[in-house]
């Protein structure tokens, strides 16, 4: 058998231990009955048992199952807990054990069979007798060559005292490793960074947000499994927006309190001019809808807002559209663009429309627009 | 029937000597 870890390996795995256990304030009553070297021992143990099978180190929650090491006796039997568990495997000469006895078992029930067939012979008909032979044939010839595989795998474990396999793969039941036993958090956040980056936002940005969520990101990856790593990745890009979006509409909302006196401090937008040069189209529907924001915009008046409306609905030539439409009356100086790639409300500060050039340029916060230009390039 | 099934017992009793065979070696890697 070729080992794959060496000493370092050993120690990686000994610390990842022996900071978990120190964090749930169990590591002093772990080693009054299992010192650092048999908690050493134990890892190699676990290792070699891994390397029989050529399985990845890292599939196993190394922290967690040493949790409860200190209610084993010894090392023994914490290890056959673990066998039973399924956490680890058997070692090889017990799995090929095992398989003795089913086909062991196997043979013995075919002789039952064997002999029932014997005795029952005359009452068959001839149909069901061939039929019943075929069975019982095909059962031996299938036990044949299973055994002679084993007989094979045995003899090469006398060799070398290793078993190649035509041992089935053993069940292994806890595929769960902590994201944290395989990459520290500043890898973690780095690919987070190339994964974003890959949809067109500006780098600076990407590391701007990045930096602004690292509590979420943390938090994120302290609880992720390293099998789940992917499809985090993949999901971050929505989760971001969403992320965003609730956080703008809160900044909205500050200064909707601002503009009724509230000392709120006002973030200062950033204009984007994305839809520069696109020339302005005003649907017929629209008109109908008209009266709708008049009304609206009287009702403030009265109020004493000072309101200026106005509905404008673009289609554009990219997979974007957008609406706008006043809010609700509390909130008139806004517009809702519902967005149909982001799938939510998006705010806009403010628009201005152009008549000379036809244009019409939309005015964000700076990260809103940065992930509406990043749809917008996709 | 009878011959075909008396074959199947023979086939039936030598996979058994093999598994029996091989439970004595795997006890003696085990030992040494």
């Known amino acids: ?378 | 029937m009878s011959d075909e099934l008396d074959k199947l017992e023979e086939k039936r009793k030598e996979l058994e000597r093999i598994i029996q065979e091989l439970k004595k070696r795997l006890k003696r890697v085990r030992s040494g």
């Open chain 1, 1 to 378: 058998m070729v080992e794959r870890f060496d000493e370092f390996t050993i120690e990686e795995y000994f610390n990842i231990i022996h900071q978990h256990l120190s964090k749930l304030d169990v590591w002093t009553d772990t080693i009054r009955k299992f010192p650092p070297e048999a908690i050493r021992s134990i890892i190699r143990k676990i290792l070699e048992r891994l390397d029989e099978y050529d399985i990845d180190y890292k599939i196993l929650d190394w922290a967690t199952i040493f949790e409860g090491l200190r209610d084993f006796d010894n090392s023994e039997a914490f290890l056959k807990d673990l066998e039973a568990k399924g956490i680890i495997p058997k070692p090889k000469i017990d799995y090929a054990q095992e398989l003795l006895a089913q086909y062991e078992k196997e043979l013995h029930d075919l002789g039952y069979r064997i002999v029932s067939a014997k005795a029952y012979e005359r009452y068959l008909l001839e149909k069901d007798k061939e039929i019943e032979i075929r069975r019982l044939r095909n059962k031996i010839r299938e036990l044949e060559a299973r055994i002679k595989e084993l007989t094979k795998a045995i003899e090469e474990y006398e060799k070398e005292r290793k078993i190649t396999m035509p041992l089935p793969p053993p069940k292994i039941e806890t595929r769960i490793t902590p994201l944290k036993n395989v990459m520290n958090l500043d890898q973690f956040l780095s690919l987070c960074i190339q994964k974003l980056s890959e949809y067109n936002l500006p780098v600076e940005y990407v590391r701007e947000i990045v930096s602004e969520y690292r509590d979420v990101l943390t938090a994120s990856y302290e609880q992720l499994k390293y099998e789940e790593l992917n499809t985090f990745l993949n999901g971050l890009f929505n989760w971001l927006i969403s992320e965003v979006m609730k956080k703008e509409h809160e900044v909205v909302n500050g200064t909707i309190l601002l503009a009724r006196g509230v000392n709120v401090r006002r973030p200062q937008p950033v204009t984007v001019r994305y839809y520069a040069g696109m020339p302005v189209t005003m649907p017929p529907s629209i008109s109908s809808l008209k009266p709708k924001f008049k009304e609206w915009a009287e009702t403030l008046q009265k109020g004493g807002y000072d309101v200026k409306y106005d509905l404008v609905e673009i289609k554009t030539d990219t997979n974007i559209v957008v609406e706008a439409s006043p809010y609700p009356p509390e909130k008139v100086q806004f517009l809702i663009f519902r967005n149909k790639l982001v799938g939510a409300n998006v705010d806009c500060i403010a628009y201005n429309i152009n008549e000379e050039n036809k244009t019409l340029t939309l005015y964000f916060y700076k990260t809103i627009a940065y992930v509406i230009n990043a749809l917008t390039l996709r």
